[in-house]
């Protein structure tokens, strides 16, 4: 999900019963486990996902997925790594 989401960043999600196109959500997946991405469309029971990096291929994002495989909506993130060093070093 890179640029929107970076390595170290820690999220934090809430489960809401209505999801928007755009949304970054966290999807539970048989065949990839959790993954993060946004929403691209959306219907009654499913929704297409896309990655924010549009230079790498998912193959996640080329078929549908269902409402209920969405764990919850990313709604706040933090760079771990940053807070960590700052920890150390002051």
């Known amino acids: 999900m890179l640029p929107t989401l970076k390595p170290n960043d820690v999220i934090f999600t809430y489960s809401f019963s209505k999801m928007n196109k755009s ?20 219907n009654d029971k499913k929704v297409n996902i896309e990655s924010d990096n549009k230079e790498t291929y998912s193959s996640a994002c080329q078929h549908d997925h269902l409402i209920s495989s969405i764990i919850g909506k990313v709604i706040f993130k933090i760079n771990a790594g940053n807070i960590f060093r700052r920890l150390l070093f002051i």
């Open 23 to 42: 949304d970054v959500v966290v999807l539970n997946t048989k065949t990839y486990g959790n993954i993060i991405k946004r929403i691209s469309i959306i």
